[in-house]
């Protein structure tokens, strides 16, 4: 007994002094001998735009994010892979435009499904004009302000997100053709958290070295099926994404479901409009995001919205949604998410990308 009572005090002691030695220097013990290049946040890499509300700074090359990856940009400011960093022409066959998803966060240049898609059409010159919280608010003011500029495309291809519906009717609004700040605080982008993911963020920022720990032991017992991986609850309910089986007005500055998607509509209707006059082609594509796989059905309301519109207005119709529910036909859906999205967040990993990718050029016509 006594004994035991030695090895309970000396297991507590070494519990405390790890922990305030975790606390006191756990970030600096990190990024000294575990991971050099980390950084407390994101790197800011966006600029304020007058007209578009915000861009990349021309000719950049960083590492940049908390899932550390190097991200350049041409001396448009477009995304590109970093061995382009030099190039500032303004004619191009196509231009993709979307948010975060279609710039491809996280991963490098060459491993996003623009990236994959340009890799394969190399006859093509591809622009990658997507920047993370753009919605059609924006695609049509950044396009329009190009336009002005000389800039020329063959053919603009949307990226439609599931948050292009939340961030068109809660953070931006368009006036005079450029895009104005519904609120000046940044909350518009943030999706409410439980109190659980909200201690995650507090041990990770406060105990790095034991959120590390824990999420070695965790990856661990996953790997050799001791747990099962469960999808993240707040990555896959988020309001950016539930719109599309359980709208709350709240959610979108108390818009009805049908005002909301006018909204949305309203500016991919100018957007069409423009296009039209410059003689540019239209088409649109539309994917899942884990919530989608999880609540939702492969026809859902995103895509039958987007793909109503293109009716007599698009060139193409890219439904993106169908490999990943095909894929849920014979495996489980953490099967699927865990393969095809980066760990605890909605977007796509190396495989997702390029599933998205391989399918988009199954359907392209040129």
Not at 2 to 23: A, E, P
Request: aromatic share 14%.
């Amino acid at each position: 007994m006594r004994r035991k009572k030695i090895t309970l005090k000396i297991t507590l002691i070494t519990v405390l002094l790890f922990l305030s030695l975790d606390f006191l220097l756990g970030k600096s013990i990190y990024k000294k001998f575990i991971r050099k290049n980390f950084q407390d946040a994101a790197l800011n890499y966006h600029l304020d735009d007058l007209v578009y509300d915000h861009k990349f700074e021309a000719g950049y090359d960083n590492t940049v994010g908390d899932i550390r990856y190097r991200l350049c940009t041409d001396l448009n400011g477009f995304r590109t892979s970093c061995n382009n960093k030099s190039r500032n022409n303004k004619k191009f066959n196509l231009g993709f435009i979307g948010d975060s998803f279609t710039e491809g966060v996280a991963l490098k240049y060459e491993d996003t499904y623009v990236g994959i898609i340009e890799s394969k059409l190399k006859n093509k010159k591809i622009a990658n004009l997507a920047i993370s919280s753009y919605s059609p608010s924006i695609y049509f003011t950044k396009i329009n302000y190009l336009l002005s500029e000389n800039y020329k495309f063959d053919e603009i291809i949307v990226f439609m997100d599931l948050s292009d519906l939340k961030d068109d009717t809660v953070c931006y609004k368009v006036q005079n053709n450029k895009v104005l700040r519904r609120s000046k605080s940044n909350k518009c982008f943030q999706d409410p958290m439980s109190q659980i993911d909200k201690i995650k963020i507090y041990i990770s920022n406060k105990l790095r070295l034991t959120y590390e720990l824990y999420v070695l032991i965790k990856d661990y017992l996953i790997k050799f099926n001791i747990i099962e991986y469960k999808a993240p609850g707040f990555k896959t309910d988020i309001r950016s994404s539930s719109w599309t089986y359980d709208y709350k007005p709240e959610n979108y500055n108390n818009y009805s479901y049908d005002e909301s998607v006018q909204i949305m509509l309203g500016h991919m209707n100018k957007l069409e409009r423009l296009l039209k006059k410059n003689k540019i082609e239209l088409s649109v594509a539309v994917y899942p995001w884990p919530g989608t796989l999880k609540n939702d059905i492969e026809e859902n309301k995103h895509l039958k919205i987007w793909k109503n519109f293109c009716v007599n207005k698009c060139k193409n119709f890219y439904n993106l949604n169908k490999p990943f529910f095909e894929l849920l036909k014979n495996n489980k859906l953490s099967y699927v998410l865990q393969k095809y999205f980066l760990k605890n967040d909605p977007h796509f990993n190396e495989k997702g990308s390029k599933l998205i990718a391989e399918n988009f050029l199954k359907l392209y016509k040129d």
